[in-house]
T-cell receptor, first 115, second 109 residues
């Protein structure tokens, strides 16, 4: 069966520090991968998605970047964090079958607090 | 830009009551998903609907996709405290999903 791992679960960082959040998927090949940010009790904002190694699409201009160094690894990064980067970050994957009706499966998220 | 509006935003009911949550858009989606999320966790997929007019049942939950594939509803019968959570709908097109802002459901014992 497929599983998705996200870490760390919580992170407290000072303003101006770098960031690296990692997400890995097991049990599937060539998945679509996604990074979302969620405000408390609200919907998900798509930040980045990837359809393959080294292929990253950015949905909104921001202080963050994403990379996909391996097929089942997706990394969210920042060189200098801002207070506004605080939030709940979710990684997700979906099957790549050429159809658009594949649901996404989410990790347990990372709660990022910037001080 | 495709937008999904969910209503109501908040819903607080007593155990045993019925409820319906709505998800509406002016855009057509190739499929629509419903998720349930608990605090501090990722959303968990409940159902995917694909065909216009489709109805799916999951125990006490009934999901319907609108005929034009622009809207959907989630009906819960005899709600229980364990149903408490954030319910999110997501419309999918071209491998990407647009999420609604969710309905926060609280079921009081």
């Amino acid at each position: 069966s497929q599983t998705i791992h996200q870490w760390p679960a919580t992170l407290v960082q000072p303003v101006g520090s770098p960031l690296s959040l990692e997400c890995t998927v097991e049990g599937t090949s060539n998945p679509n991968l996604y990074w979302y940010r969620q405000a408390a009790g609200r919907g998900l904002q798509l930040l980045f998605y990837s359809v393959g190694i080294g292929q990253i699409s950015s949905e909104v201009p921001q202080n963050l970047s994403a990379s996909r160094p391996q097929d089942r690894q997706f990394i969210l990064s920042s060189k200098k964090l801002l207070l506004s980067d605080s939030g709940f970050y979710l990684c997700a994957w979906s099957s790549e079958t050429g159809r658009s009706n594949q649901p996404q499966h989410f990790g347990d998220g990372t709660r990022l607090s910037i001080l | 830009t495709q937008l999904l509006e969910q209503s109501p935003q908040f819903l607080s009911i007593q155990e045993g009551e019925n409820l319906t949550v709505y998800c509406n858009s002016s855009s057509v989606f190739s499929s629509l998903q419903w998720y349930r999320q608990e605090p501090g966790e990722g959303p968990v997929l409940l159902v995917t609907v694909v065909t216009g007019g489709e109805v799916k049942k999951l125990k006490r939950l009934t999901f319907q996709f609108g005929d034009a594939r622009k809207d959907s509803s989630l009906h819960i019968t005899a709600a229980q405290p364990g149903d408490t959570g954030l319910y999110l709908c997501a419309g999918a097109n071209a491998g990407k999903s647009t999420f609604g802002d969710g309905t926060t459901l609280t079921v009081k014992p």
